[in-house]
């Protein structure tokens, strides 16, 4: 379960997140580019530093590595000779390009969050690109960001464009509630639209035996009071569903507009009051678990697949994990994906979402090449987006087993083929005939050796023994399953546009990436404080006074200039 966890977070949340998937942000190839011209590399090569950093889990054809493989030769064939100056582990990553940075030997190429790309630019590690970009960029680049209104800007510090956006599908990170349907068949429960439907059925699942052992050993609901809103069992799911945001695991302030004033997302202390009131109700009837404020991801995820606890919230892929562990468990266990409840009166309950580009590319300022990081832009778009023979889409779907995308130093892929993919996947299963590449062609498979050991009564004994193909089938089940996330994320929530979009769609200012670290654990605090009695629900107005008086009023204030100037 660890190596599918392992494999989940670093799919998820790093390498698959790209789409919108709205018509809009369809690519158009220009058929007159030539890829052997200056667009895409050099005629003369140039010598290129890199870093690398790929998940212990990413698996290579025989003889490839890092240094060696479909992409590394790409570049060379265009010009590009790379110079490795290391290659760790992803983990390893980023300490290890601080440290490069510090000794004044680091990469030409650098990657990084929108807080990396702003200190890099104030500390002269990277250089400005706005001039490259104008004079470089293939119109398939152009178009990747001018399919999305405002991308390109996310890059943009003062101004000046420092590093390019890789695009993502913010959707992917859309929370919503799972709840074991198998422990609400037992209660003759349904499935809670409403918060105080959810409050019922916690209760239930905390009082009523909901697994029928006869033990006094489960609870209703996980939250995550250790970590910062995290991505799975994260508290700021359950405020979204009263349609206010007090934080995200982003790493971003969720700022949010209403009638083109824009406000924080916890600044609503009325609405906020009512949803903490809720949860400290939970809390002490004991829906809640009452050490939750000490409990982060994997125990509450252990927690889930030891079958102690029946709900929690998370992404559309928050059950690839603890969904074959509670089948362990409990072979009639099924976790189910529901939308949020609503908390404050019909509708309100919408995932907060935030288009914001979570990774950036630069360039270094010793490089005597900053248009290096447009080329390889247009290279990346041009091969990953419009391959033109077998060889190019190996690039992308690694179809004989090789690094795939993940090998580009950008890895900037078409917008719209995510959730179109995701769709063939639900076509085929429904009977329909259609087509799928070799990426989504894995995962149909997956799913059919999943059924196939299901029906043939192997399926516990081949989970057991991590056997990779039906292991990977299961947690799909989950996914693409009756009652997997993706019904909920790309039915409920994007075909509705039912979402709170960010408003802010900028790098962070100065003053907001200083204030992070003070206001959001501050926040934290004060929200696991009140939960758990050992505050007032009213002291949230003492907070949020507290709040504005130590930045939260000024970092609001750039957040509405830049908006004002941004939608005139």
Same mark, same amino acid.
């Given at each position: 379960?660890?190596?599918?966890?392992?494999?989940?977070?670093?799919?998820?949340?790093?390498?698959?997140?790209?789409?919108?998937?709205?018509?809009?942000?369809?690519?158009?190839?220009?058929?007159?580019?030539?890829?052997?011209?200056?667009?895409?590399?050099?005629?003369?090569?140039?010598?290129?530093?890199?870093?690398?950093?790929?998940?212990?889990?990413?698996?290579?054809?025989?003889?490839?590595?890092?240094?060696?493989?479909?992409?590394?030769?790409?570049?060379?064939?265009?010009?590009?000779?790379?110079?490795?100056?290391?290659?760790?582990?992803?983990?390893?990553?980023?300490?290890?390009?601080?440290?490069?940075?510090?000794? &004044?030997?680091?990469?030409?190429?650098?990657?990084?969050?929108?807080?990396?790309?702003?200190?890099?630019?104030?500390?002269?590690?990277?250089?400005?690109?706005?001039?490259?970009?104008?004079?470089?960029?293939?119109?398939?680049?152009?178009?990747?960001?001018?399919?999305?209104?405002?991308?390109?800007?996310?890059?943009?510090?003062?101004?000046?464009?420092?590093?390019?956006?890789?695009?993502?599908?913010?959707?992917?990170?859309?929370?919503?509630?799972?709840?074991?349907?198998?422990?609400?068949?037992?209660?003759?429960?349904?499935?809670?639209?409403?918060?105080?439907?959810?409050?019922?059925?916690?209760?239930?699942?905390?009082?009523?035996?909901?697994?029928?052992?006869?033990?006094?050993?489960?609870?209703?609901?996980?939250?995550?009071?250790?970590?910062?809103?995290?991505?799975?069992?994260?508290?700021?799911?359950?405020?979204?569903?009263?349609?206010?945001?007090?934080?995200?695991?982003? %790493?971003?302030?969720?700022?949010?507009?209403?009638?083109?004033?824009?406000?924080?997302?916890?600044?609503?202390?009325?609405?906020?009051?009512?949803?903490?009131?809720?949860?400290?109700?939970?809390?002490?009837? %004991?829906?809640?678990?009452?050490?939750?404020?000490?409990?982060?991801?994997?125990?509450?995820?252990?927690?889930?697949?030891?079958?102690?606890?029946?709900?929690?919230?998370?992404?559309?892929? +928050?059950?690839?994990?603890?969904?074959?562990?509670?089948?362990?468990?409990?072979?009639?266990?099924?976790?189910?994906?529901?939308?949020?409840?609503?908390?404050? &009166?019909?509708?309100?309950?919408?995932?907060?979402?935030?288009?914001?580009?979570?990774?950036?590319?630069?360039?270094?300022?010793?490089?005597?090449?900053?248009?290096?990081?447009?080329?390889?832009?247009?290279?990346?778009?041009?091969?990953?987006?419009?391959?033109?023979?077998?060889?190019?889409?190996?690039?992308?779907?690694?179809?004989? &087993?090789?690094?795939?995308?993940?090998?580009?130093?950008?890895?900037?892929?078409?917008?719209?083929?995510?959730?179109?993919?995701?769709?063939?996947?639900?076509?085929?299963?429904? +009977?329909?005939?259609?087509?799928?590449?070799?990426?989504?062609?894995?995962?149909?498979?997956?799913?059919?050796?999943?059924?196939?050991?299901?029906?043939? +009564?192997?399926?516990?004994?081949?989970?057991?023994?991590?056997?990779?193909?039906?292991?990977?089938?299961?947690?799909?089940?989950?996914?693409?399953?009756?009652?997997?996330?993706?019904?909920?994320?790309?039915?409920?929530?994007?075909?509705?546009?039912?979402?709170?979009?960010?408003?802010?769609?900028?790098?962070?200012?100065?003053?907001?990436?200083?204030?992070?670290?003070?206001?959001?654990?501050?926040?934290?605090?004060?929200?696991?404080?009140?939960?758990?009695?050992?505050?007032?629900?009213?002291?949230?107005?003492?907070?949020?006074?507290?709040?504005?008086?130590? %930045?939260?009023?000024?970092?609001?204030?750039?957040?509405?200039?830049?908006?004002?100037?941004?939608?005139?």
């Amino acid at each position: 379960m660890k190596k599918i966890f392992k494999l989940t977070i670093f799919s998820a949340l790093l390498l698959t997140l790209v789409a919108c998937g709205t018509k809009e942000n369809e690519i158009v190839s220009n058929e007159s580019v030539d890829t052997t011209n200056n667009l895409y590399g050099y005629d003369e090569p140039i010598i290129l530093k890199v870093g690398w950093g790929f998940a212990s889990d990413v698996t290579w054809k025989n003889g490839e590595g890092p240094e060696n493989n479909d992409w590394t030769r790409v570049y060379e064939e265009n010009g590009y000779k790379l110079e490795t100056l290391y290659s760790v582990d992803s983990s390893q990553s980023n300490q290890k390009l601080t440290t490069a940075i510090a000794s &004044g030997n680091y990469p030409d190429i650098i990657a990084g969050s929108g807080n990396d790309i702003l200190k890099y630019a104030k500390t002269g590690v990277i250089s400005d690109i706005t001039d490259a970009y104008e004079k470089y960029a293939s119109p398939e680049l152009k178009a990747y960001y001018d399919g999305t209104p405002g991308s390109l800007d996310s890059g943009k510090i003062d101004g000046k464009l420092y590093g390019l956006p890789q695009l993502e599908n913010p959707w992917n990170n859309a929370m919503m509630l799972f709840v074991r349907q198998d422990w609400l068949d037992n209660l003759s429960l349904s499935a809670p639209t409403t918060i105080d439907e959810l409050k019922e059925v916690a209760l239930a699942f905390t009082k009523n035996d909901p697994d029928g052992n006869g033990k006094d050993d489960t609870y209703g609901l996980a939250l995550n009071g250790k970590e910062d809103f995290s991505f799975w069992s994260g508290m700021q799911a359950f405020f979204e569903s009263y349609g206010v945001q007090p934080g995200h695991w982003g %790493g971003n302030f969720p700022f949010v507009e209403n009638n083109g004033v824009i406000e924080w997302g916890g600044a609503n202390s009325v609405v906020m009051k009512k949803a903490l009131a809720d949860l400290n109700e939970m809390y002490e009837v %004991g829906s809640l678990a009452k050490g939750f404020a000490s409990l982060d991801m994997n125990v509450l995820m252990s927690d889930v697949g030891s079958g102690k606890v029946g709900m929690y919230f998370a992404p559309h892929w +928050g059950a690839m994990v603890p969904g074959p562990a509670a089948y362990l468990n409990n072979e009639n266990a099924v976790l189910a994906a529901v939308a949020l409840p609503d908390g404050n &009166g019909k509708d309100s309950g919408k995932p907060y979402i935030n288009p914001t580009p979570k990774n950036f590319y630069g360039i270094s300022s010793k490089s005597n090449n900053p248009e290096a990081v447009i080329k390889l832009a247009n290279l990346s778009v041009k091969l990953l987006n419009f391959p033109e023979n077998e060889k190019e889409r190996e690039l992308n779907d690694s179809i004989s &087993g090789g690094i795939g995308w993940k090998g580009s130093l950008l890895p900037l892929r078409d917008l719209k083929s995510e959730i179109e993919n995701q769709n063939k996947v639900f076509d085929i299963l429904n +009977g329909k005939d259609t087509e799928l590449n070799q990426s989504y062609q894995q995962i149909f498979e997956d799913l059919e050796l999943y059924e196939k050991a299901k029906n043939d +009564g192997t399926l516990k004994d081949k989970i057991k023994n991590a056997d990779p193909q039906v292991s990977s089938g299961f947690s799909m089940t989950t996914v693409y399953g009756e009652y997997g996330g993706l019904h909920i994320q790309n039915g409920d929530y994007f075909a509705n546009q039912n979402a709170v979009s960010e408003a802010y769609l900028s790098t962070p200012t100065d003053t907001m990436s200083n204030k992070y670290a003070t206001l959001n654990p501050m926040t934290l605090e004060t929200i696991v404080k009140i939960i758990s009695g050992a505050a007032p629900v009213d002291s949230y107005d003492d907070f949020l006074e507290t709040w504005k008086n130590l %930045g939260g009023n000024e970092i609001t204030e750039e957040a509405q200039e830049w908006y004002d100037n941004n939608n005139k």
